[in-house]
């Protein structure tokens, strides 16, 4: 997941980062493809260079100290808004065939909800603003559901123009990467356009909730190079975040 991740990051681009599994891929591409790459925080840091340790949260000594920009979250968001955010990486507990994530609550009634999960934070911003969106989730059917119970961070809603109607500026998800496979956003859906090394077709559709579309060339995902696994282990020798995962 990491290294494909780090594949979705273009060099010069500025990238909402986060943490967790983003954070590493960020790394990756920085010391790979993407040198020219920043990297954005929603506390409001921005950084050409990778923090020189490992981070455990976005307000970490390591993530300011040598950081371009320090400054508000409001500033970061302001960037966004501006239209001067190339990507953004977002995860979620629900996802639909249309991109739409949900980080709200599992179960329809809003007052008494099966779980409350803690919320938007600033997913919807990024989802809604960012040029693209680079999502990033383990792959279960309770997860890739038909349709979301709440949708929290917009993908293409109801389908295509839903966007337009809506006047988002960004473009929508462009990628799902799971732990099983790689989706790209087709005419406003997920398709499969490829499935990692071990895992094939059928296993995919087997954790999939809704039906799955699947692309006529679809393949395997490149492994980690490995460059890439060194690249990884050294930013996180205990996998911390990657559970020393490529």
Not at 52 to 81: F, K, S
Not at 84 to 106: K, P, Q, S, Y
Not at 108 to 134: C, E, F, N, W, Y
Request: hydrophobic share 40%; with cysteine.
């Amino acid at each position: 997941m990491v290294a494909q991740a780090a594949r979705e990051i273009r060099d010069g681009e500025r990238v909402f980062v986060g943490m967790r599994l983003p954070l590493i891929a960020f790394v990756v591409a920085k010391r790979t493809h993407a040198p020219n790459a920043i990297g954005l925080f929603e506390l409001g840091i921005a950084r050409d260079e990778p923090a020189t340790e490992l981070l455990y949260t976005m307000g970490d000594g390591p993530n300011v100290r040598g950081a371009v920009w320090c400054a508000r979250t409001i500033d970061l968001m302001g960037l966004l808004q501006r239209g001067e955010v190339d990507a953004g990486f977002v995860g979620g507990a629900e996802i639909d065939r249309r991109g739409n994530l949900n980080t709200t609550a599992i179960g329809t009634d809003r007052a008494r909800p099966a779980v409350q999960l803690p919320g938007s934070g600033g997913g919807a911003d990024i989802a809604s603003l960012a040029g693209r969106l680079i999502v990033i989730m383990p792959h279960d059917r309770r997860r890739l559901r038909e349709r979301v119970d709440f949708m929290t961070s917009p993908g293409f809603g109801d389908g295509l123009g839903w966007r337009e109607r809506m006047g988002l500026r960004g473009g929508g998800p462009s990628v799902l990467i799971t732990t099983l496979g790689v989706f790209r956003f087709v005419d406003a859906h997920a398709v499969l356009v490829s499935v990692h090394p071990g895992v094939d077709v059928e296993r995919v559709r087997a954790e999939t909730g809704w039906d799955l579309a699947v692309a006529s060339d679809v393949r395997e995902t490149e492994p980690p190079s490995a460059d890439v696994l060194r690249i990884i282990r050294e930013y996180d020798p205990s996998g911390f975040w990657t559970g020393r995962g490529g």
